[in-house]
């Protein structure tokens, strides 16, 4: 048995490895920019060097906190006109100019160099005199922007014509000699460094590939290390950790499905055998029409229909608790608690449990009537054995292979929830957690998740696995 285990976690391991790619490198295609959830944007911090210095210092701070500074992967195939270093350069402005550049012309020191006098010619404006007229300012500041953010594609050429253009008519105003001064010598510096990028541009750098490895030092490295360890990382939308939050739903989504899962197996078992041993007569004509209501009705349907006729007076039908989980707080006694959760819980416990009980009881009927036409089943009707031991004691047993392989489904559902009815009933579980991370982008949250049903999932079929070979002795030696 152990070594069957262990044959099966050799092809299981892989899909875990498969699926956390696919989720961490999802992650990283996500929109939104996670360093912005810790800094405010650019655009709302006040026009002055020191701020935006201020700004480029705590971005890069958090950005460092988050790994964002470590390459993706343990390896990479990139271009020879790339350095290695490039993965360190974190600020947005930055690294699309600069990947732009080199993309372009393959010369990394000339446009690195660029880059900073550019980076001096825009820190050397704002010492732009008070008394120069408004308009002037916004002008150059605007041109500058667009050799950094040059969105419209503007030639950069064309760029340096307007600087040059919008200098000199700042030279006929009062005190502009001041200005011309001041921008004239970095405005050339950075005129000179561009054309020197152009003049030592090595295209031919960019389809040359190199293969570079990164080492354990990487993102996905401590991604995942920190899944296996319990350390999720922070939620982008509160900035708490992922754990906690996880492990606050997790416990509601268990309380709902555990219930869930105990009545529908509990119900449709003896349903399911009771409608196979009264076959096509009325008990199980009767069963079999209500076991496929209950299967055709969808689930979002059945919980609006609960909620609006058994919980609102206007009906004249409030029986049962509303939507949320009650209002008292955590400082009453334990059982006032315990009940009043209970009462909010029995609603939505049925919604999830009635199309299982369906689903399940219509598996156990048509597995119990294949195996009572068995010969050996009907060997031990002419025996004389009585029907209920041969029914309980042999058909069932060999009837359970259905019934686990349900049992792979039931670990995924039990933590993953159920969207529809969490978010209906007001459910702070995990397909509430889900659905509201989403919507608010808290990727993290979202793809650990993900993370978790995956192992869930294949956890599920390795323990159906060992059940079959404790069902069926014949299934050990395959």
């Not at 010619?121 to 922007?145: M, Y």
Request: charged share 20%.
């Amino acid at each position: 048995m152990l070594k069957r285990i262990i044959k099966k976690l050799g092809y299981f391991l892989p899909t875990l490895v498969v699926v956390s790619l696919v989720a961490f490198f999802l992650s990283k295609m996500a929109p939104g920019d996670p360093v912005e959830h810790y800094v405010p944007p650019i655009d709302e911090l006040p026009s002055s060097s020191y701020s935006v210095a201020s700004y480029e210092k705590q971005y890069i701070k958090y950005a460092r906190e988050l790994g964002l500074d470590r390459p993706l992967f343990y390896l990479s195939l990139e271009s020879m006109a790339y350095p290695d270093t490039f993965h360190q350069i974190v600020l947005p402005r930055q690294k699309e100019l600069l990947d732009k550049l080199v993309g372009q012309y393959g010369n990394w020191s000339e446009v690195q160099e660029y880059y900073r006098v550019l980076e001096n010619l825009d820190k050397t404006f704002f010492q732009w005199p008070d008394s120069i007229a408004p308009d002037n300012r916004i002008n150059f500041q605007r041109t500058i922007g667009q050799l950094f953010y040059n969105y419209k594609e503007v030639p950069i050429n064309s760029l340096f014509q307007k600087l040059t253009k919008e200098l000199n008519a700042v030279d006929q105003v009062p005190y502009g000699d001041q200005v011309v001064g001041l921008l004239s010598p970095p405005l050339t510096k950075t005129i000179d460094a561009y054309q020197k990028i152009k003049n030592t541009a090595t295209p031919n750098k960019l389809a040359r590939p190199t293969l570079r490895w990164h080492g354990t030092n990487n993102q996905y490295h401590q991604w995942i290390s920190g899944f296996l360890m319990g350390d999720f990382g922070r939620s982008i939308r509160d900035r708490r950790p992922v754990f906690d939050k996880i492990k606050e739903a997790a416990w509601w989504t268990l309380s709902i499905n555990l219930m869930a899962i105990f009545l529908a197996f509990a119900v449709s078992i003896p349903t399911g055998i009771y409608s196979a041993n009264h076959v096509n007569q009325k008990p199980d004509r009767i069963i079999g029409f209500l076991t496929f209501v209950f299967f055709s009705i969808p689930q979002f349907w059945m919980a609006m229909l609960l909620v609006v006729f058994l919980t609102t007076p206007q009906y004249g039908m409030n029986w049962f608790a509303s939507v949320g989980l009650g209002d008292l707080g955590t400082d009453a006694p334990f059982w006032s608690r315990f009940w009043e959760r209970l009462s909010h819980l029995i609603l939505p416990v049925f919604c999830v449990t009635y199309g299982t009980i369906a689903f399940i009881s219509r598996q156990v009927r048509g597995s119990m009537l294949d195996v009572i036409q068995k010969d050996f089943i009907q060997t031990a009707f002419a025996k004389g054995i009585p029907r209920k031991r041969v029914v309980w004691h042999h058909a069932f047993r060999n009837a359970l292979f259905p019934l686990i392989t349900l049992i792979a489904l039931v670990f995924p559902a039990a933590l993953g929830g159920s969207v529809i009815v969490e978010v209906i009933f007001n459910i702070p579980g995990m397909g509430r957690l889900l659905f509201d991370s989403i919507l608010s982008r808290d990727w993290p949250v979202v793809f650990m998740v993900l993370m978790i049903v995956t192992l869930l999932t294949v956890l599920g079929n390795l323990v159906a696995d060992v059940l079959y070979n404790l069902a069926d002795p014949r299934t050990r030696s395959k």
